[in-house]
């Protein structure tokens, strides 16, 4: 599912393939995203790179980690509002 050779970084990639499961409530608000373990048997790649995927998704207001608990869609009324 990875490119490695295309122009778009894998951990873009991955971003985007996270971001879109999150737009079409494949995983919806509320629910945790696969944890590390779970990206790296299906992407295949370093955790490094999954950290930095996720941390896009952060930035985003997309995710946000819960302690102990693991990395969660915010809820759309905690979300960063466009305008």
Known sequence: MIDREGPVPPYRQISNALR?????GEIPPGRRIPSLVELEEEFG???????????VLKDEGLVE???GMGIYVVQPDSAPSGG
């Not at 879109?20 to 079409?24: D, L, N, Q, T």
């Open 20 to 24: 879109a499961r999150i737009a079409s």
């Open 45 to 55: 790649v370093a955790r490094d790179t999954l950290r930095k995927a996720v941390q």
């Open 65 to 67: 980690t819960v302690t």
